[in-house]
């Protein structure tokens, strides 16, 4: 008996020392400290119901758990204030601005967003998140204009575009405007682990042994057929629609980028840091990245110009952030310190326009 409780106190000794060294190293190699692998998942089937196109699908309204609340205008978050009783800020957003992959709600940058105005005396704000990890330019001018407008916000954040340009180099040469994601790959991107994995993710040890074993597929790529000036052409047409309507609201509009963790020249130790983000990172950027960088200086030297209207560079705030890499679950969702970020950033260039204080 005391031989075994010896042989388990080695054991229990040994996976410390090895975890000390994974750890040690991980720092060394990447430059940069572990963090706990554990997501989020998103049970989507049970928030999200096919409805008549040209939707699809939408949140479900009420709609409330421990890890996703959907309140009356079809945003993630709690329920508003009574209308009228409060100035509303909203961001119509993706996949990155829903939370996707966070772990809890009380991390979402717009719950963030609001405790911030509250420690800054406008308390008389509250924060509308109309983030969606699954509508294209399309839907989402078609819910603001028949559903999300009704909130009738003082300031409209618009951040949207990137599943369109996501969809056309997917589809290729079958791509069209305005066509949603197909129901099936909406549905999977739910995300199921076992208890087991869930605590053995916390470990750096077991980070290095199950990407050694494991390889997750980038998203399938029909053909080459890239329609890139239709598609930004639809998403021109979808944001000057929404503008047109949040003017007529009397809403303050401006357009914020997303963000990635990735970049066109990336160093070798970037290239290292990124594959402790996502391990197959080249396979998912490549062809691809080009495209997002063309996007945000359409959106930054053309829309924003033409529509007239203020931009947010919050990719360029986040590639000059000293702890870039670590704020990120994958690719381009945020985790706690990025939400952090997302939500100061917001209010800091909101303060700077002067709008928290419009009657």
Request: net charge positive; proline share 6%.
């Given at each position: ?5 010896w ?13 000390i060294c ?11 400290p ?13 928030f ?16 409330k758990?421990p ?6 205008f079809?945003c993630?978050g709690?329920e ?10 909203m ?5 990155n ?15 963030k967003?609001e ?5 800054y005396?406008?308390g ?8 969606n990890?699954?509508y294209n ?7 603001f ?10 300031i ?8 369109d340009v ?7 040469s079958k ?8 129901w099936?790959?909406i549905?999977?991107?739910?995300r199921?682990s ?9 470990f ?8 050694s074993?494991t ?6 790529h ?7 000036d239709?598609c ?5 047409e ?6 047109e ?9 401006v ?6 963790a990735?970049?066109?020249n ?5 290239k290292?840091?990124l ?17 997002d ?10 829309l924003?110009k033409?529509?007239?209207i203020?931009?947010?560079?919050l ?9 870039r ?9 945020f985790n ?9 950033t917001?209010?800091n ?7 928290w204080?419009?009657?």
């Open positions: 008996m005391q031989l075994i409780l042989l388990c106190l080695a054991i229990i000794g040994i996976a410390i020392l090895l975890e994974a750890r040690i190293y991980h720092r060394l190699h990447f430059r940069l572990f963090h706990s692998k554990v997501i989020g998942e998103y049970p989507y089937r049970s999200i119901e096919k409805v008549p196109p040209p939707l699809y699908y939408r949140f479900k309204k009420g709609f758990s890890k996703v609340n959907i309140n009356r079809y993630r709690p508003p204030a009574p209308d009228g009783e409060k100035n509303r800020i961001v119509i957003g993706e996949s601005f829903f939370g996707a992959k966070l772990k809890k709600e009380k991390h979402l940058w717009s719950i967003l405790k911030i105005l509250k420690n005396g406008y008389n704000w509250e924060v509308l998140n109309a983030g990890p699954t330019t399309f839907q989402h001018h078609y819910l204009e028949n559903s999300l407008k009704d909130a009738k916000p003082r409209l954040l618009i951040e949207i575009g990137g599943n996501s969809q056309a180099w997917m589809f290729g791509w069209k405007p305005g066509e949603p994601w197909p099936e790959f549905m999977a991107l739910e199921k076992p208890w087991w994995n869930k605590i053995l993710a916390n750096c040890l077991y980070f290095f042994i199950r990407r074993m390889e997750r597929k980038p998203f399938p029909l053909d080459d057929q890239f329609q890139w239709r930004i052409e639809a998403i021109g979808s944001y000057k629609k929404i503008v309507i949040g003017h007529n609201i009397g809403a303050h509009i357009i914020i980028n997303y963000a990635v990735y970049d066109l990336l160093s070798s130790l970037d290292r840091r594959s402790t983000i996502q391990a197959n990172w080249e396979s998912f950027i490549k062809g691809k990245a080009i495209y960088y063309k996007f945000f200086d359409f959106l930054r030297d053309k924003s033409e529509l007239q203020p931009y947010i560079d990719n360029e705030i986040f590639h000059n952030h000293p702890k890499f670590e704020l990120f679950i994958d690719l381009v969702h706690e310190r990025g939400m952090d970020l997302v939500a100061k917001i209010y260039e909101i303060n700077k326009l002067g709008w204080d419009i009657k």
